[in-house]
Nanobody, 113 residues
Framework: QVQLVESGGGLVQAGGSLRLSCAAS????????ISWYRQAPGKQRELVAH???????NYADSVKGRFAISRDNAKSTVYLQMNSLKPEDTGVYYC???????WGRGTQVTVSS
C-alpha cells in the first residue's frame, strides 16, 4: 500500500520559516522523483519544487532563493525548507510520487501578514 504522509505545516508570521516533510512507504523511494505542490484557496494546484532520483532540483520562480527541497533516501523522506515566507505562500502543500503516481493528503501552511 502506497502512502505519502506530509507533516510540518502550521501558522507562521511573514518572514518566518517552516520545514515540511513527506514520508513515503510502499514505493521504491530511491527510484522516485518527488514533487511538492501547493493549492491556495480558489486557485489551481501548482508545482512548487521537484527533486529527481539523482538529487537535481527545480523550483517555481515564486519560491526560488527561499525554498529548498532535499531528500533522504535512507529515511524515504523528502523535505521542503521554506524561508522568508510570504502571505501568498499560504495553502495546502502536497507531495507527489511518480512510480506509481500518488498524492499525499496535504499539510496546511498559513502565513500571516
Amino acid at each position: 500500500q502506497v502512502q505519502l504522509v506530509e507533516s510540518g505545516g502550521g501558522l507562521v508570521q511573514a518572514g518566518g520559516s517552516l520545514r515540511l516533510s513527506c514520508a513515503a512507504s510502499g514505493i521504491i523511494f530511491s527510484a522516485n522523483a518527488i514533487s511538492w505542490y501547493r493549492q491556495a484557496p480558489g486557485k489551481q494546484r501548482e508545482l512548487v519544487a521537484h527533486i529527481s532520483t539523482g538529487g537535481t532540483t527545480n523550483y517555481a520562480d515564486s519560491v526560488k532563493g527561499r525554498f529548498a527541497i532535499s531528500r533522504d533516501n535512507a529515511k524515504s523522506t523528502v523535505y521542503l525548507q521554506m524561508n522568508s515566507l510570504k502571505p501568498e505562500d499560504t495553502g495546502v502543500y502536497y507531495c507527489r510520487s511518480y512510480v506509481p503516481g500518488y498524492w499525499g493528503r496535504g499539510t496546511q501552511v498559513t502565513v500571516s501578514s
